[in-house]
Nanobody
Framework: QVQLVEAGGGLVQAGGSLRLSCAASGGTFSTYDVGWFRRRPGKGREFVGAFKWSGGITLYADSVRGRFTISRDNAQNTGYLQMNSLKPDDTAVYYC???????????????????WGQGTQVTVSS
């Protein structure tokens, strides 16, 4: 069973930056697609972005495109979500997720991801 652990959440003022990490263990991370999702107060889980296991293909939600950047370091079995120009509306619990990606398109649907971290809280103050 692949295990995912998020880190890097915290309290930041509007306009600031945070970098979240997603450390994986127990599987072959290099062939897994990585997705990021969030749950904002009073709302359901929503897609943030995703990174294909090969080829550098990424997807971003319209709400974060241009502000957030997804990357990965396969040698360290770690994915990253760099968040810049943060807004109060970005306040949420952020989750990383992973799924075996060979032969499949990159997905923005949470139902296509098998493994999930427990989430990390990001709070943006105004």
């Amino acid at each position: 069973q692949v295990q995912l652990v998020e880190a890097g959440g915290g309290l930041v003022q509007a306009g600031g930056s945070l970098r979240l990490s997603c450390a994986a263990s127990g599987g072959t991370f290099s062939t897994y697609d990585v997705g990021w999702f969030r749950r904002r107060p009073g709302k359901g889980r929503e897609f943030v972005g995703a990174f294909k296991w090969s080829g550098g293909i990424t997807l971003y939600a319209d709400s974060v495109r241009g502000r957030f950047t997804i990357s990965r370091d396969n040698a360290q079995n770690t994915g990253y979500l760099q968040m810049n120009s943060l807004k109060p509306d970005d306040t949420a619990v952020y989750y990383c997720a992973a799924t075996e990606g060979r032969g499949l398109p990159l997905s923005s649907s949470s139902r296509d991801y098998q493994h999930w971290g427990q989430g990390t809280q990001v709070t943006v103050s105004s």
